[in-house]
Every structure is written in C-alpha cells, then in structure tokens.
C-alpha cells in the first residue's frame, strides 16, 4: 500500500514499548472498531495512524503503546484469531525510530511523491539566486512554470468546470503545504480578478526576493485551466516583504 502522508510516532514514556502494526482486515461495519475494542482490552494505547480501504480489503497502520511487561505476541495472537482480521504485521519502534516503516514510497494518486520542507526548499533557491542571480529567478520560475503544467495533467479527470479547478487548485495548495489560495473572480480576457496566498511557504523567509516559483506554478496551472498560453501573472504584494499576504494580478 502507497502511503498518501507522512505518519511520525511522537513523545515516548519511560516504562513502555513502542510498536507499528499494519492490520489487513474484510471491508465489513464494524470491523475497525471490534478490533480496538480488542486492543483496548489488553491495554494498548493507539496512538495514531492510517486507516483506508482499498476494494474488499481495509489496511490499518497505527503506532501503540503497551507496558513493558505486556507480551506484543500475546496480544496480536488475539487479534489474529478474529475472523474478520486478514493479516497482521508489526514491528518495533527502538529510539531512532519515529516514522512509519511499512507505507514505502510515498504516493499522492499514482505519482510519487517527496516530502520537501521549507528548509529545504529555500535552500535550493537562495543557492540558484546566490549563483546565477536574475538567471536564477528565471530558472526557479520556469520550473515552477512546468510544475503547474505537469500538475494540472494529474487532475481528476472529472473536474471539467473551470469553476471546479479552481477550486481544486486551492484544495491543492492547502494540501500539499503551499499556502492558503483564494481565486477571486478571475477573468485572464479582461486581466481583472485576484489570486491571494496567505502563509506562502516560498514567502516564510524575509526577503527582497519574491515568490517566482509560486508565480510560475499559477501560470502554468491557469494557462492549463484556461486553455490560454498567453496568460501572464505578476506579484503585487509579498509576504516576505512585509505585506500581510501575497498578491498576484494579470499582465
């Protein structure tokens, strides 16, 4: 199974034992709660995870917590006894381990994916900019410029309104950690509407430079939804430099 998100096991307590266990279960009412009822039973503490039904089989991924003196053997045995549990697997989670074990790579739909922390993103464009100064802001926004245009030919194939793909695009935005978008009667034949993104990421740092990656990712994705290669996007206002958000009008 593709894991669509990160799961990361948190604080541990003195006196306990850590485990990840993956649950393959039958698709019935009832089947995910008969089985905590059970670990409760034998007093695991569930401390978090992933639960998704794929067809006739459920998957249940979750971090526990049990006594150090409980037998994890003694308690999944129960488990797997259950008529309706498929398969268990599990493993133990020692001190330097804190993400999941069994969901590898990450997925989102049929692509993988990365995970790319805002550390790391504004690492490789101050490095770009350092080098190649003016050239480099270009490069960053043409990559986010076919960014947009790759990311669009994996949208769902029934969102045909553009109405519904915008929407989506805020939904994504969101999503993936980019910021908080809002389309505001956008019309790119008559240049007037709004794109606003509270809590950019590309605009957590203060800085003179602006969000040329977010720049070239609207492009690409609004040139896609509109069916219009002449779409041209500028950044009004910029977090990074002081504004309460950032602004984007068309040229």
């Known amino acids: 199974m593709r894991n669509p998100?990160?799961?990361?096991?948190?604080?541990?307590?003195?006196?306990?034992?850590?485990?990840?266990?993956?649950f393959s279960m039958k698709n019935e009412v009832g089947v995910l709660n008969s089985i905590i009822a059970k670990l409760v039973e034998t007093q695991v503490n569930i401390l978090g995870g992933l639960h998704s039904v794929i067809g006739e089989k459920?998957?249940?991924?979750?971090?526990?917590?049990?006594?150090e003196s409980a037998s994890i053997e003694q308690i999944l045995e129960k488990i797997s006894d259950m008529d309706v549990v498929l398969n268990v697997r599990y493993t133990e989670m020692k001190r330097?381990?804190?993400?999941?074990?069994?969901?590898?790579?990450?997925y989102v739909y049929d692509t993988r994916t990365m995970i790319l922390?805002?550390?790391m993103f504004?690492?490789?464009?101050?490095?770009?900019?350092d080098v190649l100064k003016s050239g480099g802001e270009a490069i960053i926004y043409l990559q986010g410029?076919?960014?947009g245009s790759q990311v669009y030919d994996q949208f769902p194939k029934e969102l045909t309104s553009i109405e519904d793909k915008l929407l989506y695009t805020e939904n994504l935005f969101r999503a993936f950690g980019w910021?908080?978008?809002?389309?505001c009667a956008l019309d790119p034949k008559t240049k007037i509407g709004t794109i606003k993104i509270e809590n950019s990421l590309e605009a957590t740092e203060p800085t003179e430079i602006k969000c040329h990656f977010t720049r070239g990712y609207l492009t690409g994705l609004l040139r896609k939804i509109f069916q219009d290669d002449s779409i041209k996007?500028?950044?009004?206002?910029?977090?990074?430099t002081g504004e309460p958000h950032c602004e984007y009008h068309f040229l």
Do not use: N
């Open 58 to 67: 459920g998957e249940w991924f979750t971090f526990i917590e049990v006594p």
């Open 233 to 240: 996007i500028k950044e009004v206002m910029c977090r990074a």
């Open 122 to 129: 504004h690492a490789l464009k101050k490095a770009t900019i």
């Open 117 to 119: 922390t805002a550390t």
């Open 145 to 147: 410029l076919l960014a």
């Open 179 to 183: 910021g908080l978008a809002k389309f």
């Open 96 to 106: 330097a381990d804190y993400f999941d074990r069994f969901l590898f790579p990450l």
């Open 5 to 22: 998100f990160l799961t990361v096991l948190g604080e541990r307590r003195p006196g306990y034992k850590y485990y990840e266990i993956a």
